[in-house]
């Protein structure tokens, strides 16, 4: 145990990043040893959520598994919670936490050293959130209800915007990307609407609204790898802007510019530390989960 109190399994070797500092801002006293591969029945060696599950009947307080949500939380999947010694995420991934609206400008800003007053993330990502609701309901509708064919590959590439080449445009706070995503969304949403017609989804809504699901920060439940290459290919751009500002400010002195750029300033590695504790629910839920677990004087 290397003298500490609890042994954690984790998905996979970058989940103990997160999971690391969410228990060590919430709870600093106490020490994990993290693990993030094991072996199966069979004696092979091998990692994910399907792994970390199998030792359900094993877990304890000295031996717990931190896991993401994918849609389980959504789903409310039965015995996934700190009861049971199981961590989530309850957004999709660690990668939604990481994208975070409330904490990408400091991104910004830490990776090229100027404040971000390029593009307004918050107010996108609340009109990404928009655009995609009402589409993203009709997908967790497709899961209990095999009569309407929605496949999971077909959502995520609807949902996702250009970022190759010149692209993605942020001008205007990303006007042409949202009016592109808005177009094949509204496609589809007219397909659905028109073929399904006796679908019940504002019963769906209604659920996921209990949830904390709401139009404005559907992105957290998004898939969080399809999320981050958003988030990441519209980050880059604006860093890239924010640079050439700093370069104009340099008055052509090369050693400065060369300093500058010799930085590594790439926003997906700075995003990765983006925490921003406190400043939405699905974060504050980690937060009470682990005061609950570690703050009760008998076991759960």
């Not at 939405?280 to 008998?298: L, Q, R």
Request: some cysteine; aromatic content about 16%; hydrophobic content about 35%.
């Amino acid at each position: 145990m290397r003298r500490c109190e609890a042994a954690v399994h984790v998905e996979a070797a970058q989940d103990q990043r997160f999971w690391d500092t969410m228990f060590h801002h919430f709870v600093p006293n106490r020490r994990f040893h993290f693990i993030s591969h094991s072996r199966t029945w069979s004696g092979s060696d091998t990692s994910g959520v399907t792994q970390c599950l199998s030792f359900k009947p094993y877990l304890s307080k000295d031996f717990f598994i931190c896991i993401d949500s994918d849609y389980r939380y959504l789903m409310q999947e039965k015995d996934i919670n700190i009861k049971n010694f199981i961590f989530q995420t309850y957004t999709y991934s660690i990668e939604n936490h990481y994208c975070a609206a409330q904490g990408l400008d400091f991104v910004c800003e830490r990776a090229t050293g100027v404040k971000n007053g390029i593009l307004n993330f918050e107010l996108f990502l609340e009109r990404y959130s928009k655009i995609v609701y009402e589409l993203f309901l009709w997908h967790i509708y497709s899961h209990a209800n095999f009569n309407l064919q929605f496949e999971r590959w077909e959502f995520q590439e609807l949902i996702s915007i250009r970022h190759n080449g010149s692209y993605p445009d942020i001008q205007n706070n990303g006007e042409a990307e949202l009016a592109y995503l808005n177009e094949k969304v509204q496609h589809k949403l007219s397909f659905l609407n028109r073929e399904y017609h006796y679908a019940d989804i504002e019963s769906i809504r209604r659920r996921m609204n209990d949830l904390g699901v709401r139009d404005d920060n559907v992105y957290l439940f998004l898939r969080g790898h399809n999320l981050f290459d958003i988030v990441v290919s519209i980050g880059r751009k604006v860093c890239e802007l924010l640079l050439e500002q700093r370069k104009d400010q340099q008055h052509n002195d090369s050693h400065k510019i060369n300093e500058m750029y010799s930085g590594g300033h790439d926003f997906e590695n700075y995003i990765k530390h983006n925490f921003s504790f406190g400043k939405y629910p699905e974060i504050v839920k980690i937060d009470k989960d682990i005061h609950t677990f570690f703050n009760s004087e008998k076991q759960l």
